[in-house]
């Protein structure tokens, strides 16, 4: 195929984000504003459109607009994770973004689509992580984006790679779907059988969580090397591993060399962990280990919850209990700290939370049909896993002119 180099300045506008005073905006819409998104509107996978700000229409210029085909990109943060985060805009509504995101708008001489799958590439991501460190934070210039290379085959082909690219990444938003449906599917019978914990509807007695376990331990959190662990490195779990209520063993800092490592903090697969400290909307996140490599350690910042010897409650039902929403609510609440500090939730608080107690055997028997969602989960996980390969490796063919 032949392919030529071009600037991303010759096929596209840079536009920068709407400025606006902190108190011009509004987390509801009025007459008169417009929504407006931000860098936690971006993710791997695409827009979402929650949490929105509203902002007066008179700050938002007309090239403010965004129109369908817009690539949005978070151009300034504290963390690489965010920054030269990217995702198209494929909406008819009218909607503008933020100072700390830019646009690009491609122009007629490329497809909208291939353009936009290009930022969502491994390569660009690396590039721009290089590019955009800083001291204190990382930002994105405008030149950093005018100067990226896309490799431009014939519209026709852009058309073709886009088509594929587009199609994959379909079946990987149906496995997602899915997969969503699947975490419902683990509430519904949550509910059905144990009713709403704020209501309470079937009278369970409810009983101080210090009473029905043995301990909560927490970790330690040493100064760690800035990546993951390797084969047969000890890790400390950052608060990533239980943020989504679900455990990821892959969200860890290795530990330095000559550090020693506390094995009594090594996690172990049926621990219960539970975020103690975050933002007000991620902490008293809760995640249950299923599995998990050796040498994973706790950190300070997670609680590890003991169950004592004929315990009466069981592990997966503490698990979905804790991150039923009326539940995780309550539990918030519980959360104290200083002015600008993030929450945090004391041993003392949490042991004090009553707990809704249905029979043993009633647990027993959710833990025994949420088992069976979970099997189906890993399997739909594995096969997402496989999807997200080939799309990774289409996308790698695709801007070398090998699709």
């Given amino acids: 195929m032949s392919l030529r180099l071009e600037r991303v300045a010759n096929i596209s506008i840079q536009i920068r984000g709407v400025t606006y005073a902190k108190g011009d905006s509004s987390d509801s819409q009025k007459p008169g504003y417009v929504p407006l998104l931000r860098a936690g509107n971006i993710t791997e ?4 459109f929650d949490d ?11 090239k403010q607009r965004l129109c369908c085909g817009d690539v949005l990109i978070a151009a300034s943060s504290g963390s690489l994770d965010v ?11 009218e909607f503008s973004f933020g100072a700390f995101c830019k646009v690009l708008r491609p122009t007629t001489e490329v497809d909208a689509r291939y353009f936009s799958h290009f930022f969502r590439t491994a390569s660009y991501r690396r590039l721009i992580s290089q590019l955009a460190a800083g001291a204190n934070i ?23 790679i886009a088509a594929i690219l587009d199609k994959a990444d379909a079946l990987r938003a149906k496995r997602r779907k899915a997969l969503e449906q699947l975490d419902t599917l683990a509430q519904t019978i949550f509910i059905e059988m144990f009713g709403d914990p704020f209501q309470n509807p079937k009278e369970w007695p409810r009983i101080p969580l210090g009473e029905l376990l043995s301990n909560i331990e927490s970790g330690k959190s040493p100064v760690c090397e800035d990546r993951p662990s390797k084969d047969g490195e000890w890790g400390i779990l950052k608060l990533g591993a239980v943020t989504k209520c679900e455990y990821l063993s892959s969200e860890n800092k290795a530990l330095p060399v000559g550090v020693q490592p506390d094995v009594r903090f090594e996690v172990k697969a049926g621990d219960l962990l539970f975020s103690r400290k975050n933002t007000y ?39 979905r209990l804790l991150i039923t929403g009326s539940k995780r609510r309550e539990v918030q609440k519980l959360a104290g700290g200083a002015a600008g500090s993030m929450p945090n939730i004391s041993k003392e608080k949490l042991r004090g939370l009553p707990i809704e107690l249905p029979p043993l055997a009633l647990q027993q028997e ?21 999807l997200d390969d080939l799309f990774s490796s289409l996308q790698h063919r695709a801007f070398r002119g090998e699709l």
Avoid at 52 to 62: E, I, N, T
Avoid at 83 to 93: I, M, P
């Fill in 45 to 48: 996978t695409g827009l979402v």
């Fill in 52 to 62: 929105l700000l509203y902002v007066p229409s008179k700050l938002v210029s007309q």
């Fill in 83 to 93: 920054v030269g985060k990217a995702a198209a805009f494929d909406l008819d509504s």
């Fill in 138 to 160: 990382n930002n994105l210039k405008n030149e950093h984006l005018d100067e990226l290379l896309i490799p431009l085959p014939s519209k026709i082909e852009q058309k073709r």
């Fill in 281 to 319: 909307e991620l902490v008293a996140a809760c995640a249950l280990v299923d599995e998990t490599p050796p040498r994973m350690l706790l950190p300070d910042l997670i609680f590890r919850f003991c169950f004592p010897e004929n315990s009466r409650l069981n592990s997966s039902y503490l698990h």
């Fill in 366 to 386: 959710f833990a025994e049909r949420v088992k069976k969602v979970e099997l189906m989960k890993a399997e739909m996980r594995k096969s997402l896993t496989q």
